[in-house]
Every structure is written in C-alpha cells, then in structure tokens.
C-alpha cells in the first residue's frame, strides 16, 4: 500500500454521507474492491480509515498480545470499540454510522487528512483547532520524533 497524500475538504450530507474528492478516490483506487475499517481515533477526537490490507496488518501485530494479561484484553477492547467495516459506493460516497459520527463530532464540513496509510476523518473545525494547538511546539516535536541521530550514509 502506498501511503495517502493530501489533506481534502468535503461535506457530510444529513445522513453521514461523504463524498470523497476524485483525486483521493483515485488514491485509494487499489483498495476500493477489498472494503475499509473505519475505527475511532486513540489520541484525538477523530476516525481513521484504514484500507483492509492495513487493517490486518494491524491486526496481526495486535493478535500477537498475550491475552491472559488484563491490561492487554482492555487494550484490545477499547482498540477495536466501534470497529465498522465501510466501502465507497459507486457514487463516490462513505458513509459514516451514526455513533462514529457522535465520537468524532462530525457536522457538515469534513477534512480528510492523509496520515501515511490511513486517512483521519475530522469535523474541520476540531481540525483546524488541533493543527492551530499543535503548531507552537511542532518544531520541538519535529525535532523530538525525526531528529534522532542514524548511521551516516554520507548524505546532508
């Protein structure tokens, strides 16, 4: 899979219908005919759209916790609570359940951020806050998260 790119404004219609902007669609042409997992986010109030291949690749590495420790179990059920399977109908259209709608906060206007091999799906007003938050300490998180010294290759 290779990774989304782009940050797209739409709109949400009464019933939780999106339509994705055709330059995502054509993104996400290869994954399409396999379905989605449209899950709530662990750290903000937003949903991730995982193509299945990336579903059970997570998956996987998930089934791997030993579940005869507690902390693993309640892991595994908060992870997975309000787990939907999801396709784009052949109009275009991802339709988001009611409750995924109720966590995220989602109204009429939508931002679809590209977050490597997923998708955030965002009320564009929560968006626009968590991004304004974020940006007085990005430099230090950059630094942080991207900045750890690896083996020279040669290359500034």
């Known amino acids: 899979m290779n990774s989304f790119i782009g940050t797209y404004e739409c709109k949400a219609d009464a019933k939780g219908r999106l339509m994705i902007p055709a330059v995502l669609k054509k993104q996400m042409a ?3 005919q396999d379905g989605f997992v449209l899950k709530r986010a662990v750290f903000q109030p937003c949903l991730e759209l995982y193509p299945m291949s990336e579903w059970n690749t997570l998956m996987a590495k998930i089934n791997k916790l030993n579940r005869f420790k507690k902390k693993n179990n309640d892991f595994i059920r908060r992870f997975t609570a309000g787990v939907k399977v999801v396709e784009v109908d052949s109009a275009g259209r991802l ?3 009611k409750d995924l709608i109720s966590f995220s906060g989602i109204s009429k206007e939508v931002v679809l951020a ?3 091999n ?7 007003d929560k968006y626009e806050q968590a991004i304004d938050d974020a940006s007085s300490d990005f430099a230090d998180l950059a630094e942080e998260v991207m900045g750890q010294e ?3 290759d040669g290359i500034s």
Do not use: H
């Open 30 to 32: 290869a994954a399409l």
């Open 95 to 97: 339709l988001i359940p």
């Open 114 to 116: 590209s977050a490597v």
């Open 118 to 124: 997923i998708l955030e799906i965002w009320d564009k």
């Open 150 to 152: 690896e083996e020279d």
